[in-house]
């Protein structure tokens, strides 16, 4: 399996435009996480899908964001309308049981300028 | 709310020397600990996994310890090389999955 795929791996937008992040977890995993990275927060657990539904998503800041798991192989971060303090690596993982090792995608660096 | 602390922050060192990255947690009702590696603009690599009954870890030139009641853990790098240098993150998992600390910068200089 290449792991954990995310892209972009770069994206710089504009204030007020829409954002997607795209992550396909590894083949079998059964859960799959979205993270931010921050130099000041470190990194935060945004939400967290189980077999494609949506378990916590205590994490996600505010309204502006959402994420979707539309089957195993697939999932979106959206971000809209973004805006410059959304900058950060978005990291994607997914392991096979909750408390199981965690493998963590490549990020994506997102730019809010 | 769980809190993972790092100390130190930053550490430098001349290699082949052995070290200790230290990891700290203030609730102790947890599922297991890893430790991870990143590297710059790279995402984190697992380095080991302690289950919450074990007290330790080893994979080659690197032994994690846990001790839960205490809320610690230590990462042991021995004989560190330049190849050594990243960020060590320690991450706990709990009820909310993994609370990550904000990591020990290591660099290693030949």
């Known amino acids: 399996d290449a792991g954990v795929i995310q892209s972009p791996r770069h994206e710089v937008t504009e204030m007020g435009q829409e954002v997607t992040l795209r992550c396909k977890p590894i083949s079998g995993h059964d859960y799959l996480f979205w993270y931010r990275q921050t130099m000041m927060r470190g990194l935060e657990l945004l939400i967290y899908?189980?077999?494609?539904?949506?378990?916590?998503d205590s994490g996600m800041p505010e309204d502006r964001f959402s994420a979707k798991m539309p089957n195993a192989s697939f999932s979106t971060l959206k971000i809209q309308p973004s805006e410059p303090r959304d900058s950060a690596v978005y990291f994607c993982?997914?392991?096979?049981?909750?408390?199981?090792?965690?493998?963590f995608g490549q990020g994506t660096r997102l730019t809010v300028v | 709310k769980q809190e993972v602390t790092q100390i130190p922050a930053a550490l430098s060192v001349p290699e082949g020397e052995n070290l200790v990255l230290n990891c700290s947690f203030t609730d102790s009702a947890i599922y297991n600990l890893q430790w991870f590696r990143q590297d710059p603009g790279k995402g984190l690599t697992s380095l080991l996994l302690?289950?919450?009954?074990?007290r330790e870890q080893t994979s080659g030139r690197l032994n994690a310890s846990l001790d839960k009641s205490s809320g610690r853990s230590t990462l042991y790098i021995a004989a560190s090389q330049p190849g050594d240098s990243a960020t060590y993150l320690c991450?706990?998992?709990?009820?909310?999955?993994?609370?990550f600390g904000k990591g020990t910068m290591l660099l290693v200089s030949p």
């Open positions: 993982a997914s392991s096979l049981e909750l408390w199981a090792e965690a493998f």
């Open positions: 991450a706990v998992e709990g009820y909310s999955t993994l609370t």
């Open positions: 899908f189980n077999n494609n539904v949506p378990i916590d």
């Open positions: 302690i289950q919450s009954s074990q």
